[in-house]
């Protein structure tokens, strides 16, 4: 029965999305065992001989030129700085924290560089396109402070502190 509802939900559910059933249903009979609401195996385990559905995360999608325009002619109309930030991770590939984490000292005009913290907290350099190194000039100051700051000049930067 387990197997025919995996097919069921399968062709009608993302993977990741049945995967999460199968685990909450894993869960709450786990929960049943340890009050001794529930006799036996887990069904919805090895042991119960069920195999949970497997999900391949490796997806990629790019936005199209347009879509990107798009998406920065948008920001552009609710706050410059997210305009920027999008701009430098759609053109750098940077994530967020690497770019609210960066630096007046961390960038490298002559180089074309800036050197961030990346996942994980090495130090990395990453290359610069002049429209980055143009943007991220925009908004640096002294080379101690945070490129992006929000409106009273602190590094933490939320989606409402800018808008």
């Not at 967020?96 to 002559?110: A, C, M, S, V, Y």
Request: proline share 5%; glycine share 8%.
């Amino acid at each position: 029965m387990l197997d025919q509802l995996k097919t069921e939900l399968s062709a009608k559910l993302a993977p990741g999305t049945v995967k999460k059933v199968f685990e909450l249903m894993r869960g709450v009979i786990n929960f049943a065992i340890k009050r001794k609401l529930w006799q036996g195996v887990n069904p919805v385990s090895n042991l119960g001989g069920f195999t949970m559905p497997k999900v391949d995360n490796k997806g990629e999608r790019f936005l199209s030129p347009e879509e990107a325009h798009k998406l920065l002619a948008e920001l552009e109309k609710r706050s410059p700085v997210w305009r920027d930030m999008a701009f430098l991770s759609l053109y750098t590939g940077l994530r967020l924290t690497e770019i609210i984490h960066l630096r007046g000292q961390d960038i490298d005009e002559k180089s074309l560089t800036a050197i961030v913290t990346a996942k994980g907290g090495q130090r990395e350099p990453v290359l610069l396109t002049p429209e980055a190194l143009t943007v991220l000039m925009k908004h640096r100051c002294g080379a101690d402070a945070y490129v992006f700051r929000d409106s009273r000049g602190n590094r933490s930067l939320w989606p409402g502190s800018l808008f």
